[in-house]
């Protein structure tokens, strides 16, 4: 039995109102629970997106990790609320790994990566990305200082994924899957402009093309290259969609992304959809609505380890 758990930002909505949640979703069945409703109050809301819903998941021992902008939400697996971390150079997170004893936070605003330390729940690390327009550099420097970057967004750093041999990194402005060593950081593999949640899977890459509303699977010989369409809805279908424009929330915008195994992968898209893809056989397997809402748009998703 697969379960999954997404994150979702609903953008364009008023003060007060809900801006995204945490969905539990089984794929055997295709029942959603909803767990967690984030209508916290007290949020900037300058802005389409500013400061709103919930992004990245991680996971550690009995420990969920969910980041919500500007602090790493803490909780149980039956979402208990255990604590609220924060940080002063944590600022528009996006997606969030844990690797070792760290768990790694890609701080959009900041252009930076912030490591939390699990033993000592404390952000002990921080590394920047840097570039001149042809070379990237990583600077390392104190979290807990005030001698940190400045909040420029030059790359729109949105995406981190760690393994053994390095931390891949990748944003809006990267134009590509940038590769950290822990001593030099360069272009692994280039990527198409938007893209979100790249990252290696077998013998190549994984990610959503989300300009091109395609799910692909990209190979350095191309032998095994795929592509899939994000799945759409009529405009019948279709709740909101005469509150927001398409720059703020629109059909077909994929994010969120998780490997199942070493075939299987699930995908996210807006509205409220996920879809399970299998890379062997070439084709999308099935998909589970989660809303309607045209501005109701996953953003994390991952494998849920408890049952």
């Known amino acids: ?23 539990i979703v089984d794929l055997d069945t295709d029942q959603v629970y909803q767990p967690v409703n984030w209508n916290t109050r007290n949020k900037d809301w300058q802005g389409p997106d500013s400061d709103r819903g919930l992004r990245g998941i991680a996971f550690h021992n009995e420990r969920v990790f969910i980041a919500a902008s500007d602090e790493l939400v803490e909780c149980t697996p039956n979402f208990e609320h255990v604590a609220s971390h924060r940080n002063p150079y944590l600022k528009k997170c996006h997606e969030i790994c844990v690797h070792g004893h760290h768990l790694f936070m890609a701080s959009t605003a900041y252009d930076t990566v912030l490591a939390f330390n699990l033993r000592k729940n404390v952000f002990d690390r921080a590394f920047m990305v840097r570039t001149d327009g042809q070379n990237f550099s990583m600077g390392r420097f104190n979290p807990n200082s005030d001698e940190g970057p400045l ?137 589970v609505n989660l809303s309607r809402d045209i501005r109701n748009t996953i953003h994390g998703l991952e494998v849920w380890p408890y049952y």
Do not use: W
């Open 151 to 287: 909040p420029m967004n030059k790359l729109h750093i949105d995406n981190i994924f760690c393994k053994k041999g390095g931390m891949y990194i990748s944003g809006l402005r990267t134009k590509g899957l940038l590769l950290f060593n822990g001593n030099r950081i360069g272009i692994a593999a280039t990527l198409p402009a938007g893209t979100h949640d790249a990252r290696p899977f077998g013998e190549g890459i994984i990610f959503n093309d989300t300009e091109s509303n395609k799910l692909r699977y990209a190979t350095p010989d191309r032998k095994d290259d795929c592509a899939f369409d994000v799945p759409l809805y009529s405009e019948t279908d279709i709740e909101n969609n005469e509150m927001v424009d398409s720059s703020i929330a629109r059909l077909g915008f994929g994010r969120g992304l998780c490997a199942i195994d070493d075939k299987l992968i699930a995908a996210g898209s807006s509205p409220a959809t996920i879809s399970l893809y299998d890379l062997e056989q070439k084709k999308r397997l099935k998909t």
């Open 1 to 23: 039995m697969v379960k999954l758990v997404a994150t979702s930002v609903v953008r364009g909505t008023s003060k007060g109102e809900s801006h995204g949640g945490v969905y």
